[in-house]
């Protein structure tokens, strides 16, 4: 049998794990020291540094002058951070809680209902307990939900929660507004790399074959926090990620600088975060940057992690108006459906995968 067609072992709800009331976690949750939230100096950066906030409402300003230092703004945090949150961004703030709040309850729905969603590694799609598929793994401690929103032939309303009631519609209003967001994002990467404002949603395949997936990511309370981890090290293996995080738990720590930096979420913002795909195209001038979730004893926490894709069986490259004598094309070219491959089996694995693609031959940056 393949090994991508079913999990490897029983699959257990992480969920169901902390609502039993157990005082230590299983053994498969235990990171090795290093790994764990508190090991590596992660208390080297002031606790007052946050990522870059961007006030999206500028950026397509008739003002040539708004417009510009708006631009601005965006480049450095793309190319200082690769990550940053938005403000005034379009999308409305009401919707935003209300589908948080929708996946909450579908959570907070009994293990049977649930159950009926249940995914297998083969798409992904539905309720999920793990990435990757290797046998023995140690795994994260989290649920989620994943779904297709694009293209248009993948979505498919049946494999999304039929309850609570509003759960679908909510989904489809959200997703609209999301990729549309996703779209005026693309523009301004686009625009601050010299190139056309469509440059890199042509790259991608158009509006109508870009690939959108939410990932809804349930978090719950854990006993021994200082020993595991929400979700391990990785950067998102696709274009970019627009992430509306918990409005009241923290848990997001972005790699800076060998240090693990705890972002504070601003009321009502999404927290973009550059993909690989887009170091790829962009050759590297923008780069994905390492991010991992940590948990707590007392609350559980809900994010929604939407992923916008490139048609996923493009070759992805850097694009030609990037690469010149002096710096060479950095990756070899891949399709995204090839590419996620390795994170589906694997799981997550910090920037290997990127790094992996690296053409061989001298490189100044490798
Ligand atoms: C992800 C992710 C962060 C979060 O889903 O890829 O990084 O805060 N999520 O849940
Ligand atoms: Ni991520």
């Keep these: 049998m393949n090994c991508l067609q079913s999990w490897p072992e029983p699959v257990v709800r992480v969920q169901s794990l902390a609502a039993s009331g157990i005082r230590a976690i299983p053994e498969r949750y235990i990171k090795p020291p290093s790994h764990r939230p508190l090991s590596n100096n992660d208390f080297s950066l002031p606790q007052e540094v946050n990522i870059p906030v961007i006030d999206f409402q500028n950026v397509f300003s008739d003002d040539q002058r708004l417009r510009d230092q708006a631009l601005r703004s965006i480049y450095r945090a793309c190319r200082e951070w690769g990550f940053f949150q938005v403000v005034n961004h379009g999308v409305s703030h009401e919707l935003m809680k209300r589908t948080r709040e929708v ?4 959570f907070n729905m009994p293990a049977e209902v649930k159950q ?11 309720y999920g307990s793990r990435l990757g598929v290797e046998k023995g793994a140690i795994l994260d401690w989290s649920d989620y939900f994943f779904l297709h929103y694009m293209p248009v032939s993948l979505r498919n309303r049946n494999k999304w929660p039929a309850t609570p009631a509003s759960c679908r519609e909510l989904v489809a209003e959200y997703g609209r507004e999301v990729i ?3 779209g005026k994002l693309m523009k301004a990467f686009s625009m601050n790399l010299g190139l056309e404002e469509d440059f890199l949603l042509n790259a991608f395949g158009g509006e109508e074959n870009v690939g959108g997936c939410l990932r809804v990511n349930y978090y719950p309370q854990c006993p021994q926090p200082d020993l595991t981890l929400g979700l391990s090290p990785h950067s998102d293996p696709g274009g970019m990620t627009i992430l509306l995080p918990d409005e009241n738990v923290a848990g997001l720590q972005v790699r800076r600088k060998g240090s693990w930096l705890t972002v504070k979420p601003v009321p009502n913002a999404f927290i973009i975060n550059i993909g690989d795909q887009i170091q790829v195209l962009s050759n590297a001038i923008y780069q994905s940057v390492e991010h991992r ?3 707590n004893s007392n609350r559980d926490r809900v994010s929604l992690a939407f992923f916008y894709n490139p048609k996923s069986d493009l070759l992805i490259e850097p694009c030609k108006e990037l690469v010149t004598e002096d710096r060479p094309a950095l990756y070899q070219p891949m399709t995204f459906d090839e590419y996620r491959l390795f994170i589906r089996t694997r799981g997550p694995s910090g920037k290997n995968q990127v790094e992996s693609l690296k053409s061989p031959g ?3 940056e490798c």
């Design 103 to 106: 996946w909450r309850d579908f």
């Design 116 to 126: 009926e969603y249940a995914n297998n590694p083969a798409t992904y799609e539905g």
């Design 180 to 182: 549309k967001l996703g």
């Design 293 to 295: 979730v940590i948990v």
């Design 362 to 364: 001298p490189c100044n």
